[in-house]
């Protein structure tokens, strides 16, 4: 499924922007001629993208009181958020709403072979269930949320650093030939960037998104699209140095964000004081355990400075912080990245930048590699969002 002529692509793009739009208005907002609106009209109608509904009435005589607006079940994607330890899955239809999510636990090391397998069970059994079936000619394609570096125009993880076994894996290819279907990669923090665009009401102020847990990374969304750099690998917010005498990050750099205040570097850092298997271990004993604490405290710090330098280069109103770990260090890690933004960013005495936090957690990334699919499958479709909640038709 594919618009492919521009005059589809372009009156696509004015009915997903708006809830509902008349034909009149969209010949006005286009600039085509009411014929042409007329005529694609049918064509997104035939094709189930679409559908009529009832609008207010419009001034003036023969104003339309029918409508277009985008079907929600016209077209559905899937989405996978591939973490080092986590996998999340989400099915999406063209209104944004979640039609089906799984999420599973990988364990330490696990190899990319046997994760890519997992993957591929859990796509066949969605596949295989009735109401997916039934739907299976509805299905845009499939995409999938990695770690960078990756390389987006063949689908490849590259080797990301702090991944054993994910070097050079053509998930594309693999996922394609399994399932014959369109299969599309991003990096993980730029995907989960998108997830959260399409929660938010269209033309939301720009904002910089930044994951942390395992890796850290960073998405930054201005208007409706997320800027990617030339080879698709912007805003690796982990890979920013935040201690020049510091270890030798697995990317080459030294003092990298990433191998000083990521959940990994913690841990390693928290060992000496006890044996901590997960966070949620080590911040329970950050409770009494003093050096633990402050072992928190300092990563916090070193994100804060971190997301100060990217806003100095980035100026942007919002900065969004999120990742399956993030609600354990919360606590700790918003107040500390607020005060250094409100006391230190450039911009701080034009205008103040606000930080929150994602509340789709662990599985933005599935939501943005899903959105993903419908964004480059139904090019300048992105904002397909603010729709009401749709029955599974
Ligand atoms: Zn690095």
């Not at 399409?198 to 998104?209: A, E, T, V």
């Not at 701080?348 to 599985?363: K, L, N, Q």
């Amino acid at each position: 499924m594919r618009l492919r002529r521009q005059h589809e692509r372009i009156i696509f793009r004015a009915i997903s922007t708006n809830v509902a739009i008349s034909r009149t208005q969209l010949a006005e907002l286009t600039g085509l001629s009411g014929q042409s609106v007329g005529r694609v009209a049918r064509t997104l109608l035939g094709s189930g993208l679409v559908e009529e509904t009832e609008i207010a009435r419009s001034k003036g005589p023969g104003a339309s009181p029918i409508g277009l607006r985008v079907r929600p079940s016209g077209a559905f994607s899937l989405g996978f958020g591939l973490e080092r330890d986590y996998l999340s899955g989400v099915a999406l239809d063209l209104g944004g709403n979640i039609r089906w999510q799984m999420s599973r636990h990988l364990a330490e090391g696990e190899t990319a072979e046997n994760t890519l397998r997992l993957l591929e069970q859990d796509i066949r059994s969605l596949l295989r269930a009735p109401e997916w079936s039934a739907r299976r000619d509805r299905l845009c394609g499939v995409g999938v949320a990695a770690p960078g570096p990756l390389d987006v125009t063949t689908g490849t993880i590259v080797g990301p650093p702090n991944f054993p076994s994910w070097e050079h894996v053509d998930v594309a290819k693999e996922l394609g030939r399994a399932f014959d279907l369109p299969v599309l990669i991003d990096n993980a923090a730029t995907a989960a960037a998108i997830g959260i665009a399409w929660r938010l009401p269209h033309g939301h102020r720009p904002y910089l998104y930044c994951y942390w847990g395992i890796g850290i990374g960073g998405g930054l969304v201005i208007g409706d699209d997320v800027y990617r750099g030339t080879t698709g690998n912007a805003i690796e917010i982990g890979h920013i140095v935040v201690n020049p005498g510091g270890r030798t990050c697995e990317c080459g750099n030294v003092g990298c964000l990433e191998t000083e205040a990521s959940v990994r570097a913690l841990l390693r850092d928290a060992a000496p004081y006890g044996r901590f298997r997960t966070l949620t271990e080590m911040m329970t004993a950050a409770r009494t355990t003093p050096e633990v604490a402050a072992l928190v405290t300092s990563a916090a710090e070193k994100m804060a400075a971190a997301l100060v330098s990217v806003l100095n280069v980035v100026d942007v109103d919002e900065v969004v912080l999120g990742g399956e770990h993030l609600d354990e260090v919360e606590e700790v890690f918003v107040p500390i990245i607020r005060d250094h933004i409100e006391h230190r960013a450039f911009r701080r005495r034009i205008a103040p930048t606000a930080v929150s936090v994602s509340d789709i957690g662990e599985i933005a990334n599935a939501m943005g590699a899903a959105a993903m699919v419908f964004h480059t499958l139904l090019p300048d479709g992105l904002p397909v969002r603010d729709r009401p909640e749709a029955p599974f038709g």
